[in-house]
């Protein structure tokens, strides 16, 4: 057998990940979380050996985040990473600073695999793809599973690819730039969660139904997801927030691979967003209305050519000279003062739609469920997140405010849509 | 199968009560049942209590303000005048300027280093006025030494600069070569206040050994492996 070839010793962070260190706090990190929950409970040890043989396929996934001078950089560590034990409120920030430390965790609870990922490392799909990898291993160590391997469950005896780990933002950035601003955001208040607590609603749906509605109104299930969205937080503001005048834009922000628009085999982050939303200072809007809205927006702004303007905006930024000599700590100061004026403010809450999800049948009879969550977000209170796995959309609602305002205005919506919910929560008794 | 009362979601059997509208479920045909699994365990992850840096400092600031006053009440109620208390407040001046100031506000080294200078320079000064002696020692000792000292700080801290490229052991050779001259110019001023201006000698034995460290740091930085070190740590 041929011998490993070592991964680089360490790696500069992809354009859409330099954001993350610099705006990360001492009690928020930007993560997100890919879970799959088998018909068995899950044992320990092989799941230790299958994360080793994932990890030595996807070298990626297991670099620390180090600070160098001017930028933070990844360094790939030999350790491994250690298996935990899930906890009742997940995605609760990384201790990064730890030696132990690395950009994410594999936990494990009953029937469940879970990875927390630091979004300095990845995006849903790439982290997807490691899920898929870690679980297909797990199920060929524990059942003998013979599961075919091929671009999203990855074969763990074939050797890492460096495309896999390409910045492909750089590789795709043109010439032409735009300027990021765009108008503030209603956000949702509440009584912040003291002690790190982290709220988790999941809204069980049958696929097809959420399929067929969106398919009446001729628009994909994002778009039908986010147009419900959006009237839920509208008739939130407008129950408190008492003058029209003072209403704020309700926007929703959609996370865009980009992988199915630009040729890219990266796992690393290759990402952008459309923020897709409406002026409630116009007036009442329609169902129908917003729909429309979201979905010519999406026509609009998902092309190939204004997806890399906004890369463009992005990577010009990173090479820009005055910043690269920027000390670390001066940066870190700029950028949290940048996200806080075109981050979370441009947006009310996130909608990331990891689409659906197909394995192949030998591992699907092996896995009941899949979901996505969002880690917290830096100043909204509320993420949302979907993922959709074998004919059940799992609507997931982050938050870190007492109360579920925006999670009960959008699932009682939908089921007076006509669209019937199944809800589970991580409440404490 | 249990359904809101209040929000017409079917709630999962785990939930004992609406997670919208915290809405108890009650269902008489399910009394029954065993308890159900629970999505999340129980066991919750705290935030570690981590120690605010700023507030720490500014509330030693705050403390500092208890002996000052202590000492300023003492020397008026004994001498009728504010005279030797000066000193503490002198000493209080570069305690908080040299360690407590950075930890408050942020700003570029260079000032740092010439806030430092200016509180020496005042410590120095009240030290002479309250002392009343020979104003040689400040003029041709105090000053002089403090002023070289701020001014090797301020060229080291321009050295250090990225616009300069420097590698990381490129930059300690410097600051070692400074130390060095420091040392020496501190013996030259001393020779100067005593009106003996000699060649350097116990100066030399500093100078020397810093000279050797500061080599073999520009010795170690041609070290392909060390290189790497430092091309990692320090990428922009």
Redesign the interface.
């Known amino acids: 057998m041929p011998k490993t070839k070592k991964p680089a ?2 790696m ?1 962070l992809d354009n859409a990940a330099l954001i993350y260190p610099g705006t990360m706090s ?2 928020w990190n930007a993560l997100f979380r890919l879970s799959a929950t088998l018909t068995e409970p899950i044992d320990e040890d092989i799941l230790e050996v299958a994360q080793k043989r994932t990890l030595r396929r996807l070298p990626w996934f297991a670099y620390k985040l ?1 600070r ?4 933070f ?1 990844l ?1 790939h560590s030999d350790d491994l990473p250690k298996i935990e ?6 995605c ?2 990384m ?1 990064l600073k730890s030696k132990e430390s690395f950009c994410m965790r594999v936990r494990y ?2 029937n469940r695999i879970a990875v927390e990922f630091f979004h300095v490392l990845t995006d849903g799909t790439g982290g997807l793809v490691f899920l898929q990898t870690l679980v297909a291993e797990y199920l060929r160590l524990k059942y003998g599973a013979n599961i075919p391997r091929g671009d999203k469950v990855l074969d763990c005896s074939e050797e890492p690819k460096p495309e896999e780990a390409e910045d492909s933002f750089a590789v795709h950035s043109g010439k032409i730039t735009q300027s990021r601003k765009e108008t503030k955001a209603y956000h949702i208040k509440g009584t912040d969660e003291r ?3 982290v709220h ?4 069980s749906i049958n696929a097809s139904d959420v399929l067929t509605k969106a398919r009446e109104k001729n628009v994909t299930v994002t778009e039908y997801l986010t147009a419900v969205l959006i009237l839920s937080i509208d008739t939130i503001q407008r129950r408190k927030v008492a003058q029209e005048h003072r209403f704020q834009p309700v926007k929703i922000s959609v996370p865009i691979n980009l992988r199915s628009i630009f040729p890219s085999k990266t796992l690393r982050n290759f990402a952008n967003y459309v923020n897709l939303g409406i002026d409630p200072r116009l007036g009442e809007y329609t169902f129908d209305e917003v729909l429309n809205i979201v979905h010519h927006t999406m026509a609009m702004e998902v092309t190939k050519k204004l997806l890399n303007v906004k890369i463009t905006t992005n990577v010009q930024t990173q090479r820009n000279t005055l910043l ?4 670390l ?1 001066i940066k870190n ?1 700029a950028m949290k003062i940048a996200y806080s004026q075109v981050g979370d403010a441009l947006s009310t809450t996130t909608l990331s739609n990891l689409g659906v999800t197909k394995l192949p049948k030998e591992m699907e009879q092996y896995i009941r469920r899949m979901d996505f969550i969002l880690g917290p977000p830096a100043d909204n209170r509320v993420n949302t997140a979907a993922l959709t796995y074998n004919g059940r959309l799992r609507f997931n609602c982050t938050r870190i405010i007492a109360e ?1 305002i925006l ?2 205005e959008f ?2 919506r939908l ?2 849509l006509g669209i ?10 | 199968m249990s359904y809101c009362v209040n929000c017409g979601v079917e709630l999962q059997k785990s939930e004992p009560r609406c997670p919208l509208c915290g809405t108890e479920v009650i269902n008489p045909n399910e009394l029954r049942e065993e308890k159900p699994m629970r999505p999340y365990p129980s066991h919750v992850e705290h935030l570690d209590k981590t120690v605010d840096r700023r507030y720490i400092a500014s509330f030693i600031s705050l403390l500092m303000l208890i002996p000052l006053f202590t000492v300023m009440l003492a020397n008026i109620l004994v001498s009728g005048k504010l005279s030797w208390s000066y000193y503490v407040l002198g000493g209080e001046l570069v305690a908080f300027t040299v360690f407590l100031l950075p930890m408050i506000a942020r700003m570029p080294k260079i000032l740092y280093v010439a806030i430092d200078a200016a509180a020496v320079g005042v410590l120095l000064l009240l030290i002479q006025v309250i002392a009343q002696g020979n104003w040689d020692w400040l003029l041709l000792l105090g000053l002089p030494i403090t002023g070289l000292t701020a001014v090797m700080c301020w060229f080291f801290s321009v050295m250090a600069e990225p616009t300069f490229k420097l590698p990381i052991l490129v930059r300690f050779t410097f600051g070692l070569v400074c130390l060095g001259l420091l040392v020496v110019a501190i013996e030259f001023f001393i020779g100067l206040y005593q009106h003996a201006i000699a060649w350097p000698t116990w100066s030399l034995y500093v100078l020397f050994p810093c000279l050797v460290l500061a080599s073999s740091l520009l010795l170690l930085n041609r070290r392909a492996r060390v290189k790497e070190e430092i091309k990692k740590r320090f990428y922009f």
Request: glycine letters at 10%; a positive charge.
């Open positions: 010793k360490w500069k001492r009690n180090k160098g001078l001017f930028w950089y360094e034990q899930d906890v009742g409120n997940p609760v920030r201790r609870y009953q002690g790190g607590f988790i609603i999941t809204g690269r000599l920027t000390p700590f100061m579920p999670e009960r699932f009682t089921v007076k019937p919910v199944k809800v589970e929560s991580n409440q404490m008794e």
